[in-house]
């Protein structure tokens, strides 16, 4: 059903733009030819492709609101995590004893440094050679 009316959505889309580059930008479209009376003359064919054109409008926005309410509320879509990247794992500062004793300075200057020096993350992007 979703894609039948996807489909039709297109066809609706072509028409709609097919309307509108028929018509002269002055509002007279298809004035070439034709006879003074009737559908195709000037006047004619003026009412014709502006009624096509509003007609054709509403239809996609109409369209488009429904397709938009079918996508919402269709159920089983999965999402593809293919290509989904896991964060690279951090290493973290040794936190200080829980008896409350406090590390000597070289030992908090270790820590900080040990904490500092981590390894670039591999993106899998291969170097510019």
Partial sequence: MFTFLLVVQA???AALVTVILMQRSEGG?????GSPSGLMSARGAADFLTRATSVLAALFVLMSITLAVLAATRGGTNVDTSLERTAPVSQ???QPQADGAALSGAEAAAAAAAANQTAPADNGVPLAR
């Avoid at 479209?29 to 030819?33: A, D, E, V, W, Y």
């Fill in 92 to 94: 973290s500062a040794p």
């Fill in 29 to 33: 479209g298809l004035t070439t030819g």
């Fill in 11 to 13: 066809i609706i889309a």
